[in-house]
């Protein structure tokens, strides 16, 4: 029987105002999916490996490789069955797109196992009905990223339209963390979300989506920095996470070009240009924060990342 392991990376989503559209691939860290099919009957059997503390679901339903491989067998007829092991390397709850990564490499690997022939919109359908399993919700920003690699835009849902851009080479990327667990946090995180907005907060957000946009476009990390603010989704969270502000301000003292939060949360990311500023100075600065005030935290300096990719093996 073959076995499809599948290479698939973090990702940052929003990047400031890009709420539920933008998304970047991050090089570090990376799930290894290993997937396998068999003639059956729909079964789906998930192990997950990897840090025990992380605590994924194995239950299929409940893991979001799982829900993606009911999914698609559902679509197949239910004529096979599909076993995945993930080693699990990216920690889940942090905001750096743990659960996306995992059904972004199930849907990469089923689409090849099973030779669907989707496309890239339908790839990133599907592995966005995985994110059901973790955020209640699908979206599909983070499983667009993992899947395609670089900055990825959903510009339309139905029918879904995605753009890639590859990002500049001197960006670099400095992600921390507070080490604080939150069960079901983009759920919640979704769920503090105002139903109505403000003309001038919607306008605010225009103006800093195409100013990413554009940044991403130009290869300007400068433009792309500047329009890392959001007046609505990020404006209403920032109260739940710990050290937001200190973060900010620390990172652009440091000479970060913009930060925002990383996805829900509550995980911040920063843009740096290399040659113009240290982003090991950058990350240092922002983890100071949490260690003035007490709360342990992690963080690194990454770049961005290429998408899902594949190894075949015989067992
Ligand atoms: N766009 C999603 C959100 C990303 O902010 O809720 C979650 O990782």
Redesign the pocket.
């Known amino acids: 029987m073959t076995w499809l392991t599948v290479s698939s990376p973090a990702s940052s989503?929003?990047v400031g105002p890009g709420?539920?559209s933008f998304g970047l691939a991050l090089n570090q860290p990376r799930d290894h999916i290993e997937v396998q099919v068999k003639p059956g009957s729909g079964k789906v059997e998930v192990e997950v490996s990897g840090r025990s503390e992380y605590n994924v679901p194995t239950n299929p339903e409940a893991n979001s490789g799982g829900l993606v491989a009911k999914t698609i067998l559902n679509r197949v007829g239910d004529r096979f069955d599909v076993r995945i092991n993930v080693t699990k390397r990216i920690r889940p709850g942090c905001?750096l797109?743990s659960s996306?990564a995992t059904a972004a490499g199930v849907a990469f690997a089923l689409n090849r196992l099973l030779g669907l022939g989707l496309s890239r919109g339908e790839l990133v359908l599907l592995a966005a009905e995985g994110e059901r399993a973790a955020?209640g919700s699908p979206?599909a920003?983070?499983v667009a990223a993992s899947l395609l690699g670089g900055f990825t835009m959903i510009v339309s849902h139905n029918p879904m339209r995605v753009y890639t851009i590859t990002p500049p080479r001197s960006l670099r990327v400095c992600v921390v963390y507070p080490l604080v667990e939150y069960e079901r946090k983009?759920e919640k995180?979704?769920f503090v979300i105002p139903s109505t907005v403000d003309l001038h907060d919607a306008l605010w957000n225009i103006w800093h989506a195409a100013a990413v946009a554009a940044g991403f476009a130009l290869g300007d990390i400068e433009l792309l920095g500047s329009g890392m603010d959001d007046a609505i989704?990020e404006k209403v969270r920032s109260s739940l996470i710990p050290c937001y502000s200190e973060v900010k301000r620390r990172a652009i003292r440091a000479g970060a070009k913009g930060v925002a939060v990383s996805?829900?949360g509550p995980a911040m990311i920063a843009f740096v240009k290399a040659g113009d500023t240290d982003p090991q100075g950058v990350l240092r600065d922002m983890l100071d924060a949490y260690i003035e005030a007490g709360i342990a935290a992690n963080g690194f300096v990454t770049v961005p990342g290429e998408g899902c990719s594949a190894t075949l093996e015989d067992e």
């Open positions: 989503a929003n709420f539920d905001g797109g996306g955020a979206h920003d983070n983009t995180m979704r989704v996805g829900a």
